[in-house]
């Protein structure tokens, strides 16, 4: 399991065994994503809780062209994520 991963199943509580809803549609998350990606400026310290998500393979897909779901918006929703975990 990816570091990342194990990050945010650990910080919000889930078991890998664990339905995980996308933090954007609600259909079963198969992705960690970064709001902030890696490769962007970003680094190993990225894989916090703070900003990671799980998301469905299809919202992960429009996330990462950032258009219809941009990093404020994510950022906003995981915000709420984790005040209601």
Do not use: W
């Not at 198969?30 to 680094?43: E, K």
């Not at 900003?51 to 219809?68: E, Q, S, T």
């Amino acid at each position: 399991m990816k570091k990342h991963t194990k990050v945010y199943l650990e910080g919000m509580g889930y078991d890998i065994h664990d339905f995980i809803p996308c933090e954007v549609c609600q259909s079963k998350a198969v992705d960690i994503h970064h709001i902030t990606p890696r490769g962007m400026g970003g680094s190993k310290h990225r894989d916090t809780l703070d900003n990671l998500m799980a998301l469905c393979r299809m919202c992960h897909a429009i996330a990462d062209f950032g258009v219809d779901l941009p990093q404020a918006y994510l950022r906003e929703i995981h915000e709420q994520a984790l005040l209601n975990r």
